[in-house]
């Protein structure tokens, strides 16, 4: 059973940092992308950053050069560095595991972190 399981979220002040980490378990990690999404109240599910299981990166245009994703393929980890924040960053932080295999899509989703940031 695929389980992705989020922490590091919290309420932080604008300009601060957090850092946010994603366990996985009951699958092949190396073999999946990787990403982090987030939605904020009353907004659709969009897409922050991602990770490609040969480490290619890719960030959404509003978190580039604040946001960084990593990948740690012997811990099972995703990680998302998250500097000067801001409180349009707030929203609940979701980790994401994708695969094609024999055109069957998996999709594989954590529980949510939630990030506030404000003063």
């Known amino acids: 059973q695929v389980q992705l399981v989020e922490s590091g979220g919290g309420l932080v002040q604008p300009g601060g940092s957090l850092r946010l980490s994603c366990a996985a378990s009951g699958m092949i990690f190396s073999i999946y992308a990787m990403g982090w999404y987030r939605q904020a109240l009353g907004k659709q599910r969009e897409l922050v950053a991602a990770i490609s299981s040969g480490g290619n990166k890719n960030y959404a245009d509003s978190v580039k050069g604040r946001f960084t994703i990593s990948r740690d393929n012997v811990k099972n980890m995703v990680y998302l560095q998250m500097n000067s924040l801001k409180p349009e960053d707030t929203a609940v932080y979701y980790c994401?595991?994708?695969?094609?295999?024999?055109?069957?899509?998996?999709?594989?989703w954590g529980q949510g972190t939630q990030v506030t940031v404000s003063s």
């Open positions: 994401n595991a994708k695969k094609s295999i024999l055109g069957t899509n998996y999709d594989y």
